[in-house]
Antibody, heavy 124, light 107 residues
Framework: QVRLQESGPGLVKPSQTLSLTCSVSGGAISSGAYYWSWIRQHPGKGLEWIGYIYYSGITYFNPSLKSRVTISVDTSKNQFFLKLNSVTAADTAVYFC????????????????WGQGTLVTVSS | DIQMTQSPSTLSASVGDRVTITCRASQSINNLLAWYHQKPGTAPKVLIYQTSTLESGVPSRFSGSGSGTEFTLTISSLQPDDFATYYCQQYKVYPYTFGQGTKLEMK
């Protein structure tokens, strides 16, 4: 069974960098079978897709965040990472990592496995 | 970006009721739409993808329909576990976008 688990600081100061790790178990990122995403949810609000990474390092970001986002991967640790710089209170949210559904070599754009989410608060 | 608009924002219903939630896209997304439900403090769980395909393990009381810009999620007979917030998501174009959510609450 695939499991995703987010980890990282729950409190980040304004103007600093938010850094999160997603640890994947039950399947190897290096298999190349899936794309791995970050999604966030502002308190009491809807969902915002941040971006994805493929095992090779190919990435694609939401243009609204592209200038501040980095997503990277470490296949040896079966982890991928999110960095969001120059954070403000507007970046306070629950951050999820998730797997894009792929089957038979064909990928769809919805998410079939999610981490439980981690709340990151931006405050001094 | 494609805007996804759900209605209603809140829906009050009882166990056994048939309920329908609507999702409208600001431009055609063909059938590239998924539905999720989410309970407080947990991650969203996919129910339906490609507008009408039930994810493995999802009860058959859930169904989806639509095409182009208008889509619906129907629950044929509400069960206690179904009270949650429901989201639609388009995956026709990047960036992927979600509806604002429909909270299904107990009447």
């Amino acid at each position: 069974q695939v499991r995703l688990q987010e980890s990282g600081p729950g409190l980040v100061k304004p103007s600093q960098t938010l850094s999160l790790t997603c640890s994947v178990s039950g399947g190897a990122i290096s298999s190349g079978a899936y794309y791995w995403s970050w999604i966030r949810q502002h308190p009491g609000k809807g969902l915002e897709w941040i971006g994805y990474i493929y095992y090779s390092g190919i990435t694609y970001f939401n243009p609204s965040l592209k200038s501040r986002v980095t997503i990277s991967v470490d296949t040896s640790k079966n982890q991928f990472f999110l960095k969001l710089n120059s954070v403000t209170a507007a970046d306070t949210a629950v951050y999820f990592c998730a797997r894009k559904h792929c089957t038979g070599g064909l990928c769809y754009g919805f998410f079939d496995y999610w981490g439980q989410g981690t709340l990151v608060t931006v405050s001094s | 970006d494609i805007q996804m608009t759900q209605s209603p924002s809140t829906l009050s219903a009882s166990v056994g009721d048939r309920v329908t939630i609507t999702c409208r896209a600001s431009q055609s997304i063909n059938n590239l739409l998924a539905w999720y439900h989410q309970k407080p403090g947990t991650a969203p769980k996919v129910l339906i993808y490609q507008t009408s395909t039930l994810e493995s393990g999802v009860p058959s009381r859930f169904s989806g329909s639509g095409s182009g810009t208008e889509f619906t999620l129907t629950i044929s007979s509400l069960q206690p576990d179904d009270f949650a917030t429901y989201y639609c998501q388009q995956y026709k174009v990047y960036p992927y976008t979600f509806g604002q959510g429909t909270k299904l609450e107990m009447k």
